[in-house]
């Protein structure tokens, strides 16, 4: 990447990332630390990272396998985890990240582990926290795969945003905040346009680099050789309707893309609590030593798994209350009690955790399908 090219994107970096200030001030973060409390002896973990940009970190995790974790506290230059894997033949690198910086971070970091070349960079679904950054794979001409449904929804949601102004995409969602009839409604409604607003001027100022090598669901589980490092792809459903994860089964380690969280609650946007559970139902059949790099938040065993199945088992009993008692869905989001050991998980906005979840479980025990959200 020249030099103009690099500026470019901190100058276009640093656009997004203001209009999320709000948001990010209003969690509160504390600096995150990259490993669970009960991972800090496990002797697959490096306890020092090989790089620390503040925004990410890399350390390895296994032999020839690195996790990149965000800490969204030090900036959204990377926002999401990711990570490379390096073989004896060829290396795979995995997430696009959410800007080129941290693309071009995690592709130089493996380059200072091996010149090897790379036989892919996988993006596990097609949010732009994870595919921004594809930029620089597709400049270095590394091929960048993906399931077969993410071009096309990167291309029509993406795409769409890049030819609309603010003012009249952010319009109806602004109304509804000013309509709202309670300080907790005008609140949680507010909390969705400024999350919609960062997104929009992320993608906005950004260069959409879509993949050019489809991986069909009905193909899968798919074996990758790296050489002595075997990689199973596998296709997973509830977040994105896009999701991947990779497995590297002889060292029961896990990148799962944004099926698994860490830390916050559950993004549905696009997602399906009931085959989301199902998935998360599912890891946790896993070895009871299998490590974990989620999608967002700290590496983990079991227990990560475990907790996060019990935030969504939370939100489903208290919803199911309300919907035996008949109280209208728009009614009953608003009621969600916060339990205490779920205060500091950190939200996108309400209405596209709590309120897009209440809408997908109340649709599903109606037997109706709720319509896809465009973005």
């Not at 073989?87 to 970091?109: K, S, V, Y």
Request: aromatic share 10%; glycine share 8%; hydrophobic share 40%.
């Amino acid at each position: 990447m020249s030099k103009s090219t690099d500026e470019l994107s901190r100058r276009r970096f640093l656009a997004g990332a203001s209009s999320l200030g709000a948001v990010y001030t209003a969690w509160n973060f504390a600096p995150l630390s990259a490993l669970a409390p009960p991972l800090v002896d496990d002797p697959r973990i490096a306890q020092q990272p090989i790089v620390d940009k503040g925004y990410a970190s890399i350390r390895k995790i296994g032999e020839g396998l690195y996790a990149t974790i965000a800490d969204r506290t030090k900036g959204l230059q990377a926002r999401c985890n990711g990570g490379f894997l390096v073989g004896r033949d060829a290396a795979m690198l995995i997430e696009g990240l959410n800007t080129t910086i941290g693309a071009q971070m995690q592709l130089d970091t493996l380059r200072t582990v091996t010149q090897l070349p790379v036989r892919a960079a996988i993006d596990t679904h097609w949010h732009f926290d994870h595919t921004l950054g594809n930029p620089v794979y597709g400049g270095a001409g590394i091929p960048i795969w993906a399931h077969a449904d993410v071009a096309a929804r990167m291309s029509a949601v993406y795409g769409k945003w890049q030819t609309e102004d603010l003012a009249t995409f952010i319009a109806p969602w602004e109304k509804r905040a000013s309509d709202a009839t309670t300080d907790s409604r005008r609140d949680h409604a507010q909390s969705d346009v400024r999350a919609l607003t960062g997104m929009f001027n992320t993608v906005s100022q950004s260069i959409l680099a879509l993949p050019n090598h489809p991986l069909e669901p009905a193909k899968m589980p798919m074996e990758i050789d790296l050489g002595g490092l075997k990689v199973v792809i596998e296709a997973y459903d509830g977040h994105s309707g896009t999701d991947l994860i990779l497995r590297v089964p002889d060292q029961k380690v896990v990148y799962t893309g944004d099926i698994l969280f860490r830390g916050l609650y559950p993004v549905n946007i696009n997602g399906d609590p009931v085959r989301w559970r199902a998935s998360l139902a599912h890891l946790a059949t896993f070895d009871k030593d299998t490590l974990f790099v989620p999608g967002h938040g700290q590496i983990c065993g079991q227990e990560g798994v475990a907790e996060m199945r019990a935030c969504f088992d939370d939100i489903a009993e208290q919803a199911e209350k309300s919907y035996n008692a008949g109280v209208p869905v728009d009614v009953a989001s608003e009621r969600y009690v916060i339990p205490e050991r779920y205060k500091n998980y950190l939200q996108l906005s309400w209405g596209f955790t709590i309120g897009r979840t209440y809408q997908q479980f109340y649709a599903a025990w109606s037997g109706k399908q709720l319509p896809i959200l465009n973005y």
